[in-house]
């Protein structure tokens, strides 16, 4: 979980107890601003997996492609045991 996530994820819950509050009080501006400010809780949660995404990709392309060079240089050492058997 990265910044985003966890800054959106509090910004969520205080707003849910600010426009809860203002629903118990009667207070109509205390629920419009603890609404937004939990709606902003969710954009910024939401950004925060989307970047865990990306990077998930990346890590996962740099893996697979640090596989498959291990896998290449198994085949041609592979080949190179061949060749030399071939030749003895």
């Known amino acids: ?7 959106g994820k509090v910004k969520d819950i205080a707003g849910r107890v600010e426009r809860q ?11 419009a601003h ?5 709606a902003e809780g969710k954009v910024q949660d939401a950004w925060g997996k989307v970047k865990d995404t990306g990077k998930d990709i990346a890590e996962d392309a740099r893996a697979r492609e640090k596989n ?3 896998d290449e ?5 592979e080949e190179a045991a061949r060749l030399r058997r071939e030749a003895s």
């Open 1 to 7: 979980m990265n910044k985003d996530r966890a800054e």
């Open 34 to 38: 603890g609404t937004a400010k939990q």
């Open 21 to 31: 509050v203002g629903e118990w009080t009667g207070d109509p501006e205390k629920q």
């Open 73 to 77: 240089a198994l085949e041609k050492e």
């Open 68 to 70: 498959q060079k291990a």
